[in-house]
């Protein structure tokens, strides 16, 4: 099936090789373009029309810069190398600045492959026939888009439209969604997440994923699902379809004040599933005595431990922390129970059994007539200012 679209980066080379198509000098219309809602001529910006491939091996421009998206680059490595298939001609990738390029997993790969490295806004000057985007975290401008024979394809890990936006399986673990998912789509300007949907296919999500869990899953279904469209690239264009205008929700980024616990206000399973969700990019956040202190883990608490006098023959409050000594955890009070806590940072890592004995003893042997109830948690309240509201995630 042939798909007519434009090209405007520049001709492609005479012949189009194996993956070339057509007669000299054809002129495509811009079907998908229309779909879109792209502006567009059918001829190329220089009037040369050039030819535009109409099967593989396609010349690819990667978008990416996390974990999730170097599964996608490496999938499109295999793909280029494996040369008796002939999908991937040439692969090319642009990623984003960074000072630390530890951040960045798909640079590191790209570099190891020995892959041409854009940084952005850079995207080079190649002739591409699709462009691929894994959380870049960047609009990309509808001249950009244009530029794409076939356009730009997002591989997005969420059963869009739920999740639409950069922090889409952090979202789904931090709501106890219990079905997650990837769709292949294509990008449209202005907006993230809007485009026709060209594949879609769902997983359940094990109980008490977490994030790095469920990232690691959704990252091989998405490689594997993006793969599959470029095997039949024009039909999967032609074929797309729509995003329903209900059950729309979105994701946004995650900042350091989603990790400051509300004793009074969450559940323990919320806090278990805050957890899950940021726990590996930003520990969860307290009030201790003025100090502020993270809780690096989080564990449910056994019923056994519940049943503690205690626990049972006192007044407590939402941020009560106890030291259970049988089973060397902080307990703490939330609204509608208790959570375990292992091991936290005051300055320094410390177990249960650590601040137990720098701090908690010691604060109740000074405050021997206190109650118990005073020695707590508090929700940490930070300042509104811009360096501590910078987002800590940026997927899209």
């Given amino acids: 099936m042939r798909v007519l679209v434009r090209c405007c980066w520049g001709p492609l080379p005479g012949g189009g090789g194996s993956g070339g198509g057509g007669g000299a000098g054809r002129r495509p219309s811009p079907q998908w373009r229309t779909l879109l809602g792209l502006s567009g001529s059918s001829g190329g910006e220089d009037g040369r ?5 109409e099967k593989p091996p396609w010349r690819v421009l990667f978008f990416g810069t996390d974990q999730f998206a170097r599964e996608t680059l490496r999938a499109l490595q295999a793909a280029r190398e494996n040369k008796g298939e002939e999908l991937i001609e040439n692969l090319e990738v642009v990623t984003v600045p960074s000072p630390s390029p530890k ?3 798909v640079k590191q790969y790209a570099v190891q492959s020995q892959l041409p490295v854009y940084e952005w806004p850079d995207v080079g000057s190649g002739e591409y026939d699709v462009g691929v985007v894994a959380s870049f975290g960047r609009l990309l401008s509808e001249a950009l888009i244009l530029k794409f024979p076939y356009g730009i394809l997002n591989v997005h890990p969420s ?6 936006g950069p922090a889409p399986i952090i979202h ?13 789509m294509q990008i449209r300007p202005k907006r993230f997440d809007v485009g026709p949907i060209l594949k879609q296919e769902t997983v359940p999500v094990p109980p008490k994923s977490t994030t790095k869990d469920l990232e690691a899953v959704l990252s091989r279904l998405g490689a594997n699902m993006l793969i599959s469209v470029l095997k039949t690239l024009p039909e999967s264009l032609n074929n797309g379809r729509q995003q329903p205008a209900e059950g729309v929700t979105h994701a946004p ?20 599933r805050l957890h899950r969700a940021i726990g590996n990019i930003i520990p969860l956040q307290t009030l201790w005595m003025n100090s502020t202190i993270k809780l690096l883990d989080v564990v449910e608490v056994n ?8 626990l049972t023959g006192q007044a407590v409050i939402p941020g009560s922390v106890i030291y259970h000594r049988q089973s060397q955890i902080l307990l703490v ?10 091991s936290v940072m005051l300055k320094k890592t410390l177990t249960a059994t650590d ?8 604060w109740y042997q000074k405050n021997s007539l206190a109650q118990p109830s005073q020695c707590r948690f508090q929700t940490l309240r930070l300042p509104l200012k811009k360096k501590q509201e910078k987002k800590i995630v940026a997927m899209q």
């Fill in 172 to 184: 789904t673990v931090l709501h106890g969604d219990t079905v997650a998912g990837v769709t292949i």
């Fill in 103 to 105: 951040r960045l997993p």
């Fill in 253 to 272: 980024k995650i900042s350091a004040a989603t990790s400051c616990i509300k004793w009074e206000e969450q559940t323990s399973e919320q806090i278990f």
């Fill in 333 to 342: 009070c939330c609204k509608d129970g208790w959570i375990g806590v292992r």
């Fill in 159 to 164: 059963c869009l439209p739920r999740w639409r």
């Fill in 303 to 310: 019923s056994s431990v519940l049943t503690d006098p205690k």
């Fill in 49 to 53: 029309g050039a030819r535009v491939r």
């Fill in 355 to 362: 601040f137990y004995n720098g701090y908690l003893h010691p």
